[in-house]
C-alpha cells in the first residue's frame, strides 16, 4: 500500500450509538468503517444486557453457597462486576467477595481485584498455566466437597477437570452470556469481509465486540482465529480489556489504545498513525518477501491454500481427513534404500535434489496429503560448534558434547542460515517438485531435544548429563536454551521464506521431563520459537512421551498439537482445547499388523475424532523401518475412505 493512501479501519463496535462517533471522525488519513456484530448479547425489555449465569453467580455467594472464586483475567471482574451490579446491591456483592476465597489467575485479575477493594488470595503470574491454578487451589484449602466458581476462559475443560477429580463442585461463570443472532446473514458479511482483505486493521472498540467476535467466529467455522482470519490485520484494541480477551481466545493484538472510549481512542490512533502503519508496514513486507516459492499461507490464491491439510491446521471443515507420516520418506522404502546404498546420511542431507527426490517419491506412492521436507532434526548444531558425526551402528554421534558452562560458552547461536543453505535448497527443491496443490512442511529439532543430543552426545535412557546440568546450573541451562531459540527461530523462519507452508517442532525426548520441569526449563523457550514465526504459518507442536505435557505444548500460538499414540485422541483433543487442531496418532506399530487390524484400528482414532474440524491424521511417530509399504498405503486409503464425506 502507498503510504499516501488512507489506512482503513474496520471497527467492531457493540453500540449502535457509536456508528454516528465513527461517522464525525474521517480524517484524509484514515477510513473508518463500523462492522457492529450486533445481537448476540440477550437483553431485557428494557435493553439491558442479561446474563444468568452471572445474576446466579452472585446469589450463590451470597448466600454463602461458593468457597473460593477463581478469576483468569482483569476483564473478566470488570464486566461480570458491572452485569452484577444492575442486579443486585453491588456493595453487598463485593464484601461477600472479600470474604471469600479469591485466586487471581493472572496480574490483569489481581489488579482489576484490587481495583474494587478485594485482596486475592493467590496471585498467579503471566506464565502460570492451569495445572498452577489447581496448585494453587490445592494449597489454600481441602478440595474435597469444595464448591468453586471459575470463570470462563481459556484451559476452563483442563481447570474444571482437575477440579471436579478433586471432589470439587465447579460452577462455570461465562463473562458475557451469547446466542446466535436471528440475522446470521449480516455476520456472514462482516466475516467475509474480513477475510476478503477489505480492511488493513481492524478495531475492537469495547470488550463486548471483542467477546461477540470470538464467540461468532467459533461458531462460523473460524475457532482458530491466530492462524487464519485476522493474520494479515493489524489488531487494535481499545484500551485493555478488549486485549485481555482477545489475548485469552489466542488473538494477538499489534496496538492497545491508552483510552477507552471510542472517540478519545480515535484521537489516540490519528495521532500514532505512524506507529500503525509502520506495524502494517512491517506484517506487508512480510507477504512481499514470501512471494514466488514462498508463496505467505494466507494467500488464499495459492493451489495449496484450500488443500485438506491446510484447512484442518486452519481448524476448518473438509471433504476428507487429511493424513501424512512422520518419516514417511524412509528405510522401510526400497527406493530410499537403492538411494542410501550410493550415500551416506549427511551427504544425503546435504542436496537438495536427491532429498527431493526421496520425499516427492514417497509422496507419490502414498497418497498422502502433505509433505515433510527429507532432512535430520541435527544438522543445525554443526554451525553452532558441534562435531557431529553418523556412525553406522551407533547413530548420531557428537564428539565435543556440552558438560559445562565453559562448553555452553562455546556454543554460539545462529546468525543466519549461510550454512544451512542446503536445508533451504532442499524446501525450494521440494517446493519446486511437488504437485502445486500439496502443502509441504518444514521442521526443526525441538530445544529440550537438541540440547539433549549436544549435552549427551547421542542417544540416551536416562539424560542424566542433560537433567544433572538443568539442575544444577540454572545460568547455563538457560544461556543454551536462548542459543537453541533463537537458532531455531532463523532456521524454521529460513525455511517458511524458501518454500515451506507449515512447520512443526519435534520434542522427541521431551518425554523424559515432569510437567514441572518441562514448563520451568523448556516451555518458555517452546513460546519464544512458535512466535517468531509469522502468523499465518500453522505451527505443529509434537513432544513424545508423556501425555501430561499436553496443556504446556497447546499453550503457544501453535495451531496444531501433535499426539503421540500414549493417550487417547479424544482425551487429548478435550485436554488441549477444541479451539486447537490436533495431529495423531495412531500407533506406528499397526502398521506391521495387517489391513483388516489397520482398519480397525485406523476407524477407533477417527471415532475419537468424531468428525470435528481441525484432525490430522497421523502415527504417533515415525515409520518404522520394518514396516511393509502395501500397509503404509493401506492406511492412507482406508483414512481416505472411512472420513470421506
Not at 549427511?346 to 517419491?361: G, I, Y
Not at 542433560?466 to 523462519?493: C, F, P, V
Not at 519464544?528 to 509434537?542: E, H, L, M, W
Not at 520394518?626 to 483414512?639: E, F, M, R, S
Amino acid at each position: 500500500m502507498h503510504k499516501q493512501e488512507p489506512l482503513s479501519i474496520g471497527v467492531l463496535i457493540s453500540n449502535e450509538a457509536d456508528v454516528g462517533v465513527l461517522e464525525n471522525s474521517a480524517p484524509d488519513s484514515i477510513r473508518w468503517i463500523p462492522l457492529g456484530l450486533l445481537d448476540c448479547v440477550p437483553t431485557d425489555a428494557g435493553g439491558r444486557m442479561i446474563n444468568g449465569p452471572a445474576s446466579e453467580f452472585a446469589n450463590r455467594l451470597m448466600i454463602g453457597g461458593l468457597d473460593t472464586i477463581i478469576f483468569m483475567t482483569g476483564v473478566a471482574v470488570r464486566q461480570l462486576v458491572q452485569q452484577i451490579g444492575r442486579a443486585v446491591p453491588k456493595q453487598r456483592f463485593l464484601d461477600c467477595l472479600t470474604d471469600s476465597t479469591t485466586i487471581a489467575g493472572s496480574p490483569a485479575a489481581a489488579a482489576a481485584l484490587r481495583e474494587l477493594g478485594v485482596e486475592p488470595a493467590v496471585e498467579l503470574d503471566s506464565n502460570s498455566t492451569w495445572r498452577d491454578v489447581l496448585i494453587a487451589v490445592d494449597q489454600q484449602s481441602k478440595v474435597t466437597n469444595l464448591n468453586v466458581a471459575l470463570e470462563q476462559s481459556s484451559h476452563v475443560h483442563s481447570i474444571t477437570a482437575g477440579l471436579e477429580a478433586r471432589g470439587a463442585s465447579v460452577f462455570r461463570v461465562p463473562v458475557f452470556a451469547m446466542e446466535i443472532p436471528e440475522n446470521t446473514n449480516a455476520v456472514k458479511d462482516v466475516f467475509e469481509r474480513i477475510d476478503a482483505n477489505e480492511f488493513d486493521s481492524i478495531l475492537f472498540a469495547d470488550a463486548q465486540a471483542a467477546a461477540e467476535f470470538c464467540f461468532l467466529a467459533s461458531k462460523f467455522g473460524r475457532a482458530r482465529l491466530t492462524s487464519h482470519l485476522l493474520d494479515r490485520h493489524v489488531v487494535l484494541s481499545s484500551g485493555a480489556d478488549p486485549a485481555e480477551l482477545l489475548s485469552d481466545h489466542g488473538v494477538p493484538v499489534d496496538f492497545q489504545t491508552e483510552a477507552k472510549a471510542l472517540q478519545s481512542t480515535i484521537d489516540e490512533v490519528e495521532r500514532k498513525l505512524a506507529e500503525i502503519r509502520q506495524i502494517f508496514h512491517q506484517k506487508h513486507i512480510i507477504q512481499v518477501n514470501m512471494s514466488g516459492p514462498a508463496t505467505s499461507s494466507n494467500d488464499t490464491n495459492a493451489p495449496w491454500y484450500d488443500s485438506p491439510f491446510m484447512k484442518a491446521c486452519r481448524g476448518e471443515p473438509t471433504d476428507v481427513t487429511p493424513i501424512w507420516m512422520m518419516r514417511q520418506a524412509g528405510r522401510y522404502m526400497s527406493e530410499y534404500r537403492a538411494v542410501r546404498d550410493k550415500i551416506s546420511f549427511l551427504d544425503l542431507c546435504a542436496n537438495p535434489q536427491l532429498c527431493s527426490e526421496v520425499m516427492c517419491t514417497a509422496v507419490q506412492k502414498l497418497g498422502v496429503d502433505a509433505a515433510i521436507i527429507f532432512s535430520d532434526l541435527l544438522p543445525i548444531l554443526v554451525p553452532m560448534g558441534c562435531d557431529l558425526e553418523f556412525v553406522k551402528s551407533d547413530g548420531p554421534v557428537i564428539h565435543n558434547p556440552v558438560r559445562t558452562a565453559a562448553d555452553v560458552d562455546r556454543i554460539k547461536p545462529l546468525e543466519s542460515n549461510d550454512e544451512l543453505q542446503f536445508v533451504m535448497d532442499t524446501v525450494t527443491q521440494t517446493r519446486n517438485d511437488l504437485p502445486a496443490d500439496m502443502p509441504l512442511i518444514g521442521f526443526a529439532g525441538a530445544p529440550f531435544t537438541l540440547a539433549s543430543y549436544m549435552i549427551e552426545g547421542g542417544a540416551s535412557r536416562n539424560y542424566a548429563n542433560t537433567k544433572a546440568l538443568m539442575y544444577s546450573d540454572r545460568g547455563a541451562w538457560n544461556q543454551l536454551m536462548e542459543h537453541l531459540s533463537t537458532s531455531i527461530s532463523i532456521y524454521l523462519n529460513g525455511q517458511v521464506a524458501a518454500g515451506a507452508q507449515c512447520l512443526q517442532l519435534f520434542d522427541s525426548w521431551a518425554g523424559a521431563l515432569s510437567f514441572e520441569d518441562y514448563r520451568q526449563f523448556v516451555h518458555p523457550y517452546v513460546q519464544q520459537i512458535i512466535a517468531s514465526i509469522p502468523r499465518g504459518v500453522p505451527v505443529i507442536n509434537f513432544a513424545t512421551g508423556n501425555p501430561a505435557l499436553l496443556p504446556l505444548l497447546a499453550d503457544t500460538r501453535a495451531s496444531v498439537v501433535g499426539i503421540d499414540w500414549r493417550v487417547r485422541l479424544d482425551d487429548a483433543w478435550q485436554t488441549v482445547g477444541y479451539d486447537m487442531s490436533v495431529q495423531g496418532n495412531l500407533d506406528q506399530t499397526v502398521l506391521l499388523t495387517n489391513p483388516d487390524e489397520i482398519r480397525k484400528q485406523a476407524k477407533f482414532v477417527l471415532d475419537q475424532a468424531a468428525g470435528r474440524p481441525g484432525h490430522i491424521f497421523n502415527l504417533g511417530h515415525g515409520i518404522l523401518p520394518q514396516t511393509p509399504v502395501d500397509n503404509a498405503i493401506a492406511l492412507v486409503d482406508i483414512v481416505h475412505e472411512l472420513s470421506s464425506k
